[in-house]
């Protein structure tokens, strides 16, 4: 399946300032970027950094003062794998990929520490498995409440479940929290997500669990906000505090990004959503 | 129901140090004294304060360098109202007595600010009162684990909810927590509790609620440790920082607190005992 | 010194709300009423409530839905006594009134507990007494920045130490923590501001010290944006949580309150503002 | 310089459980492992993983029930580079290497963001460049102690600035949430330590800096309790939660590590220690 995504950012810029940006279309083995465009005006030089650990995109450029306006397009096709639940398992430490250890860490916006006792008393007795995952993924979308402007950038899981409300990237912190509480290796992902309404950038998130192909990192969105098949990615990360679209290192009035993303193989008006809290691609 | 309740207090006192202690038993409509004897060794001249607001028994000595003990005697006498809890009802604010305002107000150990959507979220739907506080007191029972040593002096009802397990203290704050986040008074009630294993001084709380005959105080215990119609009452306050048994002012070593009660007037061999979340005495 | 004040409260009510206002000034030795008139628009009954520990004045409407208006006029006089700071003491927990040890404990806003250790890292080497709270109310202001719109109602003494800004409310709360850190009981003050511009409702703090005619509330002001000389009390608490002067029980619209506050016995263009952080004033 | 430096870590196993140890020296540029062993008692198989963004050198192994032993030692040169204070400057983020951009974000207990406006106060007005980095280990080691036992594995920056103690592990937090609060990148360091008294794992603080030869990371440690010259690095990551020495994933009761770090080229007994807080050595 394709589809056309795209985000125009405008700023106004006031003095000399460095940006990073991440919003390009990651390229990985069920995502690959068929083609794309990035339009920066005024016309201004870039670095180019992909970190290897992440696949992220970044680019940084130098503005100047004035207006700026960054602008991307692509089309990106995702393949994403089938594959039967009931099959897919979770990895015991002893042989969880060293690497992925990383993201059994507590970090900036996700307590698991503190809430381990919280996700074991809550999910430990369910079979360990993709189904627990996904059973972690409703009880957010049961649970907490999801209410445009109720957290800001301090919003940390321990937060979020006392607060028992908050946005997509409240919900994705949270759905990491009890996963590393119960030694499951998790991440965040911003995305591109189609039929999300209104269009903006969307936050899931990732545990890495195993199927009978191998180990992989399996999307979840708790949200259910979007279309579990059509979610674009454009970082991965610890949490948030990793994972930002854009980083201004100077002062800038920002305009609200405009995101789309539109399906070009089917009839996105014919087309019931599919709103499962979890989809069946994983990288 | 009569009952003898003591506790004997030592300490190993370095230098000067003045105490103040708080384990007398209250003297309210349905809580007597009828008789009590206070010892300390050495003998040590004492001043009292009775707080005009709570009914809270203090008294203050100055002790010197070296052992000091404490012992408390009383027989109390528990008349409980009995009442139909259908009847029992939640006052609106605009009706509530103004001093019972005080016990709306957050505390250092009950965000209740923080707690008010989680409770709203968590209990707001159900028919408010005695039935519904009574909920609240059940639900920390079922989802908050009772584990000696799992918090300490700064755990407060936001930490308790994460880590879903705590003491008495832990288990009333968190109810108050949820009362006040709902519109309903209540406080910190510090007592001797019948039948408790091991004997030690319990906490519960109390929600300021409507009866037939008017306006009272009714206990809730959730941790259902104890016989909810023995709860002998010797302080009362916002939180555990307010209802301290003893708070020495210098340094000194304190002992563990041997605390007794024992039921005068029937058989605690044959009597099944009541362990209902909630009492049917009110003050 | 005579002082005219006023507050004029504006309020847009949806359905019915119970209402709670403290925005008359205290009677106390050292700040009378001489006059007082208090005029609610629609004319509604109204319920008082004077707290005996602290002495506010509390009462109580229900409002109808639409416009509320509340306005308070008063002519106060204050006679702050003069004393020698030099010879106001500290009174160390043996000799303290009972009634005040309240004022040691913790509370919502005043995590003392957590921030003792700072406290006599940062003050405890300096002679305890009068200018020791002095040396606290200096520090505050200058480490602490006064930015409106810095903080909210959940900001507590340990977020404004972090943060290292705030407004009145936290620059109270945090002088308070620093007492009761050091063993000087302390508590949270709301008043009408001569000087304080734009006019407002402000909050300063109170300790609890000896001078040669015995204990008092000393008031301490660490934002030094106001007179010291003329602070005329509303209300006096544990800390914020507990001095609102308008709690609404329901859902209104309030515009901002209309505060004034002028000298009557005095030029105020010609006299040289006093700026102390602290008063000469004691209750 | 050459060091000898090992540790001896046992553990008492209870059932099967995998270990993962980062307590192998690394290489860089300015630490060559001359030789090394790595002796497990009883033999078990490990699987190795270098972390290439940070050269981390981590094995795992799965223990079953009984004692495990595990033991390393290893001969390290250090060639510290030595610099001119004065010639090293702060590297603005337009020119930062993207790279390291991540130890520019907050992380589980380096509330940076919360501790931006703290650091801009105390050290915003100070000379960019080494200097400030040193004013900012110097401040932690003046105004925190060193306090064992003051803290846990929970504690964050903000915590221990509050209560303005810790051990190394919470000082190297703090100097990094200054760091990063400035813009600075920081990284928590793990390390083998020459003259720490009692000998055991250090922990200090690295930060990206700019000398005439280019870009490094500089190390500070605030405790100034070790030789700055004979710290030999193990881990080094985002923060403590990233940087275990044993992360047991399994239960198993741990004994005291035995560490050790003796300098073969100088005559330690003679040679006065330096306690400077900065190291002359970069990566």
Redesign the interface.
């Known amino acids: 399946m394709r589809y056309a995504v795209s985000c125009v950012l405008n700023y106004d810029v006031q003095g ?3 940006f ?1 940006f991440n919003i390009e279309a990651q390229n990985t083995e069920h995502q690959k970027v068929l083609d794309e465009t990035l339009t920066i005006s005024p016309q201004l030089a870039i ?1 180019r ?1 992909d ?3 992440s696949g992220n995109r ?1 680019f ?1 450029l ?1 503005a100047g003062p004035g207006p700026l306006k960054v602008e991307y397009r692509a089309t990106v096709e995702l393949t994403p794998a089938t594959f039967d639940p009931e099959a897919v398992q979770e990895v ?3 042989r969880l990929p ?2 992925a ?2 993201h059994l ?4 916006y ?2 698991s ?3 381990q ?2 996700a074991k ?1 809550e999910f430990g007795h369910l079979k360990p498995g993709y189904q627990r995952v996904a059973a972690i993924a409703n009880w957010i979308c049961d ?1 907490i ?1 999801y209410v445009r402007g109720s957290s800001d ?2 919003t940390s899981a ?1 937060d979020t ?5 908050g946005v997509c990237r409240d919900f994705a912190h949270l759905g990491i929290a009890f996963c590393r509480g119960l ?1 499951i290796p998790a991440r965040f992902v911003s995305a591109y997500a189609w039929r999300l309404q209104p269009p903006d950038f969307h936050a899931v998130f990732e545990a890495w669990l195993e199927g009978p192909e191998g180990g992989a990192w399996f999307m979840f969105d708790p949200t259910r906000l979007a279309d579990s098949d059509g979610l674009v990615r454009m970082g991965v990360g ?1 949490d948030a ?2 994972v930002a679209f854009c ?1 201004p ?1 100077g002062e800038a009035d920002c305009g609200s990004p405009k995101v789309r993303i539109e399906a070009l193989d089917r009839d996105a008006n014919t087309t019931k959503p599919t709103t499962r809290a979890v989809t069946l691609a994983a990288a």
């Open positions: 000399n300032a460095p990073v670095e950094f970190m290897p650990e970044y940084r130098r015991e430490p002893g060293l690497e250890l990383t860490y507590p970090s900036r996700i307590e520490d503190l809430l006792q919280f008393r649970n409440d950038e301090s321990r479940l006392i607060q028992r409300q030694g610890r505090a990793e980083s290192y």
